[in-house]
């Protein structure tokens, strides 16, 4: 696929919401009065023609149903189409004025298309149903069904037209009344007398009957079939092999859009080289549709990113305007989506080059205004990522709307407005002027939701039928709401920022680009945690078995110091009973001393008793004083001791403490390494059960795949053999019908040969006489054969 799909269907003012049936969503007052604002802003030098901005800001809207109100009207979508045709370049030449003018310009396409069909018709149209397509009816009774059919055999009879522009176009009574040409209150009998005859076939087998009427005139989209053909005015497609400017060969034709053809392309100065070419379908008749032309090509060139469709060369052929870019493979994010939904990963690597890609536009000056899917195209590219979902490099296509920030463009798809630009859509002269201007934070409001519904496409907001106008009121006064899923709350907020109601509270592009790392911030934990899991799971283990061996270590010197302080404790109390001791004596001692005295004051003993006395006093005196000096110096060293022994104690203590501690917070940590280590056990096994259930499922719709194939390939082979049984049936009813035709004519002339033999004469009878016999008289029956009688009987066996 191209690298650009031109796409006119999204010219300012454009809205391209549809309807469940596949029509556009039809605006109503305000808008009418926007397009007219938005077309006079839009015709510039810039901007493109007046034809452009007319046929995409006014015909775009209504184009679907006014090619399937005018397949009706004419019988034949091929006389639709011509019609149609005719009816773009009237619009073009009416001038925006006429046209939005009351009732309205969809009022006014319709009657263009009602007269314009009449006079195309001649006169009594024939009965639409040749070459139109009706929806198939939804599953319904067969009353229900027999209605439907006999409405569509012939829409145009009675009063069905005011049915189909009342509820198949959603006309208003009073636009219907200037369609058809009859004052508002005729019509308004018309139409409720039209609904009775509906109501009396219907006879209560449509619960709504305004859908069923809808149903009742619905065709095939005819907007593929229509739109790819080419309109008056626009140049036939190029043949292949042609070869523009001497360099690019024309490959194959790959799409057209409402203004350009797009082709694959060869360059022939560079082998093995294509790109992708995309030509405008008009000529340029002056200098000012040529500068219109180049429009886009300026925006293009004005800035550089990989994320931005780039252009390599352009050209002139045949006074039609081209330009080259690259040829990319791969998809939109449209396309994508419709398969499922983004993960929060690959929506990180699809948005943050998005993200900067638009912070480049924006310091250039440009915005893009129309930021939506279908505007990203998911390039695929060999050799860009290590895995296969990273080889996708998103790129912003289609710049046909964009615009500077000196220029007023309104522009865009109403589901992707900001509420700025929703509040520039609705506003109407004479109101007060939106709150808040254009700019670059419209297109960070765009990219924000086009990211909301990646994530969640199933909850994203559509505009329903003709509601288009209280879509972009309320565009203009809400934001959208962030996604509901349980696993996509975290994301509830910064999206609230991405997309808040003032422009000036949301970052700017560079800084969302920054900001979309949150979407990946869950998986980064959980793998840091198992990173750090696995960098320090050994190393604590390590640290585990070491502190075990300290441990130990530590209480065991804890049990030496203990034995320690036990013997030194029982040494203490020896000394201090040696101590008890050695005062006893010394009590003892001075008790005998005393008593010495006081036998030495009243004795009469001799000086040699008493000097005899003395000295053994004295000697025991000196005996007890040397035991009482060992004693207390044996206690002081034993109270050394202690103290020692107390103090290794407390020592030994309060390591004990200590490891105890660090024992608690090591298990505390192992506690909770083995928590994040079983959350990581149980979240790889749900992957692998996942992966598991994604795989069975895979397998279960390849098996289904291939059991449809073969019913498909049997039903086939049993049509064919049906078909040649019917064709020797055929066959042999003709033979059949061949012989009853030759038997017929061989009946018929022998009849004629019958008739034509000549009759037998009749003899004459004698008289009879008594003597005579009587002779036997032959009978003319007897005499000629019968006729009856000859005729051959014919017996004519049927045909099998």
């Given amino acids: 696929m191209g690298a650009e799909r031109d796409s006119g269907a999204t010219r300012a003012a454009t809205p391209s919401a549809r309807e469940s049936d596949g029509r556009p969503a039809a605006p109503g007052p305000k808008t009418q009065a926007t397009l007219q604002l938005a077309a006079e802003r839009l015709v510039s030098g810039t901007a493109g023609t007046v034809q452009d901005v007319l046929e995409g800001a006014v015909v775009g809207h209504y184009a679907e149903g006014l090619r399937q109100y005018l397949a009706i009207r004419t019988g034949d979508a091929e006389r639709a189409k011509a019609v149609f045709s005719q009816l773009r370049d009237r619009v073009a030449a009416v001038g925006i004025e006429e046209l939005s003018a009351p009732p309205g310009a969809r009022a006014r396409l319709y009657r263009m298309a009602r007269e314009m069909a009449a006079a195309e018709a001649g006169g009594p149209a024939k009965a639409a149903g040749g070459t139109l397509l009706f929806v198939r009816p939804s599953p319904a009774p067969p009353s229900y069904s027999q209605a439907i059919e006999k409405i569509r055999a012939d829409p145009r009879a009675g009063g069905r037209e005011l049915l189909e522009l009342k509820h198949a176009r959603s006309l208003s009574t009073e636009e219907i009344a200037f369609v058809v040409g009859r004052p508002p209150a005729e019509t308004e009998a018309a139409l409720e007398e039209a609904l009775e005859e509906a109501r009396g076939l219907f006879a209560g087998g449509a619960k709504d009957l305004p859908s069923a009427l809808l149903e009742a005139f619905a065709l095939e989209s005819l907007d593929q079939e229509v739109g790819s053909a080419r309109e008056e005015g626009e140049e036939p497609l190029v043949p292949v092999k042609t070869v523009l400017d001497g360099r690019y060969e024309l490959v194959r034709h790959v799409g057209s859009g409402g203004f350009a053809d797009v082709y694959l392309a060869r360059d022939i100065a560079v082998p093995g080289h294509q790109v992708a070419l995309k030509l405008l379908k008009r000529k340029a008749a002056s200098d000012e549709a040529r500068d219109a032309a180049l429009r886009e090509l300026r925006l293009i060139a004005a800035v550089f990113h990989p994320s931005i469709v780039q252009f390599k060369d352009h050209g002139w052929y045949d006074d039609r305007f081209w330009f080259v870019m690259p040829w990319y493979e791969g998809e939109t994010l449209e396309a994508r989506i419709e398969r499922e939904p983004l993960s929060r990963p690959e929506a990180r690597r699809i948005f943050e080059p998005l993200a900067r890609a638009l912070a480049t536009m924006h310091a250039a000056g440009i915005r893009h205004q129309d930021v939506k899917p279908d505007n990203i195209f998911l390039a695929r590219l060999k050799g860009f990522g290590i895995e296969e979902e990273e080889r996708v490099l998103p790129v912003l296509i289609d710049l046909g709307v964009a615009a500077t920030d000196a220029e007023l463009v309104l522009a865009g798809t109403p589901t992707y407005f900001a509420p700025e630009v929703a509040a520039q859509f609705a506003y109407v002269q004479g109101e007060p002027p939106p709150e808040y201007p254009i700019g670059p934070a419209a297109d960070v409001f765009a990219l924000a939701l086009t990211l909301r519904n990646a994530l969640e496409p199933e909850t994203q907001p559509e505009v329903l039928a003709g509601n288009v106008d209280a879509f972009i009121a309320q565009r203009a006064k809400e934001v959208p709401e962030p996604p509901t899923k349980k696993e996509l709350r975290f994301l509830r907020g910064p999206l609230r920022r991405w997309m808040a109601m003032d422009p000036a509270e949301r970052p700017t592009a560079d800084e969302l680009a920054d ?114 000096t060992r004693a207390r110096r044996a206690l002081a060293t034993r109270e050394k001791a202690l103290e020692a022994a107390q103090e290794s104690l407390g020592e030994a203590e309060a390591a004990r403490d200590a490891a105890r501690a660090r024992v608690e917070e090591l298990e505390r940590a192992a506690e909770a390494r083995g928590r994040e280590l079983e959350e990581a056990r149980r979240a790889l096994s749900a992957r692998e059960a996942e992966l598991a259930a994604a795989r069975a499922a895979t397998g279960e719709a390849a098996a289904a795949r291939d059991a449809a194939q073969a019913a498909q390939r049997e039903a086939e082979a049993r049509a064919t053999a049906a078909e040649r049984e019917r064709d020797a049936a055929r066959a042999a009813q003709r033979e059949a019908e061949a012989e009853v035709a030759r038997l017929r004519a061989e009946v018929a002339r022998l009849e004629r040969r019958l008739a034509s033999r000549p009759a037998a004469p009749t003899p004459t009878m004698p008289t009879p006489t008594p003597t005579t016999p009587t002779p036997t008289t032959p009978t003319p029956s007897s005499m000629t054969p019968s006729p009856m009688t000859e005729r051959p009987t014919i017996m004519v066996r049927p045909s099998r």
Avoid: H, N, Y
């Fill in 515 to 628: 900001a979309l790392a949150v979407l990946t911030q869950p998986e980064e934990r959980r793998a840091r945690r198992l990173r750090i899991l696995r960098t320090f799971g050994p190393i604590l283990i390590a640290l585990l078995v070491v502190f075990g061996f300290v441990v130990r270590g530590l209480r065991e010197r804890a049990r030496v110091q203990a034995d320690k302080a036990e013997a030194a404790a029982a040494r203490e109390a020896e000394a201090l009973a040696d101590l008890e001791e050695s005062d006893a004596e010394r009590e003892e001692m001075r008790v005998k001393i005393a008593e010495a005295e006081q036998r030495i004051a009243s004795s009469t003993l001799s000086r040699q008793d008493l000097e005899t006395q003395l000295a053994e006093a004295t000697g025991t005196l000196s005996v007890t004083r040397t035991r009482l």
